[in-house]
């Protein structure tokens, strides 16, 4: 299975950022990509006063989607969007996973919100404004078992053991919006660590560049196989890259180097 990460710099223009999404697919299919991933906050990534109202997963956003999934036959990971949540003041983080035909096979509710205060450097509280998930969510994409997860979630290995040990995970997914001063030092190297402690390809798509003042995303979106090499990776600015799946390459990885196999916790 080709697997395509597509890297973006949505801001605060729905139209456009779904515009520039949807082309993003477009060259993803033409690259022969079966499953498409895209960023974090596709659909938005703004001002908080200007968002525009939170949706269901049918909404507007969720409809976009499906039909892009649809008209290119493609399996679409639909990166993350603004979910009308459990209350006015919140919503959730929500991945939406389209297939071929454009029907909604899955969904995950980001579980860890980025909730950081670093004194004259970074001041962000998510869960003012985002209501947590509590399941993990694994997708069977065509007998590729996929798991979900978004951004920040990164930053914690159970959740990727238990995708990979509990779910069986062979793919683990990450969009996101990850910070500048983090990904410089961060974002490789976990996801290089997810890859290699729960032996899985890794497709990790990110924000690139300025969004509003004071929010600027590191990007360097890539596909990393179970063995911690990087197979391909989208460089500075927009763009797309892809890479294929190999489940042989998986399999021989885990047979040779049995580690979840030989775990005592």
Not at 36 to 47: A, M, Q, S, T
Not at 172 to 201: K, S, Y
Request: glycine letters at 8%; hydrophobic letters at 40%; proline letters at 6%.
């Amino acid at each position: 299975m080709r697997v395509a990460v597509c890297q973006l710099n949505s801001r605060d223009d729905r139209k456009a950022n779904l515009a520039a999404a949807e082309a993003a697919v477009e060259r993803a299919a033409d690259a022969g990509a079966d499953l498409v991933l895209l960023p974090e906050y596709v659909d938005y990534l703004g001002p908080g006063a200007s968002m525009p109202a939170p949706e269901p997963a049918d909404g507007e956003v969720g409809q976009f989607f499906a039909a892009a999934a649809q008209r290119r036959s493609v399996w679409l990971i639909a990166g993350s969007f603004h979910e009308a949540g459990p209350d006015p003041q919140r919503t959730w983080n929500t991945t939406l996973v389209f297939d071929r035909s454009g029907t909604l096979a899955g969904s995950y509710r980001k579980i860890h919100l980025y909730d950081v205060e670093i004194p004259g450097r970074v001041s962000y509280r998510e869960s003012a404004t985002v209501a947590p998930g509590d399941q993990p969510v694994v997708v069977d994409v065509e007998g590729l078992q996929v798991g979900l997860s978004i951004c920040y979630d990164l930053r914690f290995p159970e959740l990727y053991r238990q995708l990979a040990t509990d779910g069986g995970a062979q793919l683990l997914v990450v969009p996101a919006a990850f910070m500048m001063h983090t990904g410089r030092d961060h974002w490789e190297v976990l996801l290089r660590a997810r890859a290699i402690e729960n032996q899985c390809f890794v497709a990790a798509a990110g924000q690139t560049g300025d969004h509003e003042p004071g929010r600027t995303c590191y990007g360097r979106s890539m596909v990393v196989d179970p063995w911690g090499t990087v197979l391909a990776q989208v460089p500075d600015g927009p763009g797309v890259a892809v890479a294929d799946i190999d489940l042989a390459r998986l399999e021989r990885i885990r047979a040779e180097l049995p580690s979840l196999a030989n775990r005592r916790l």
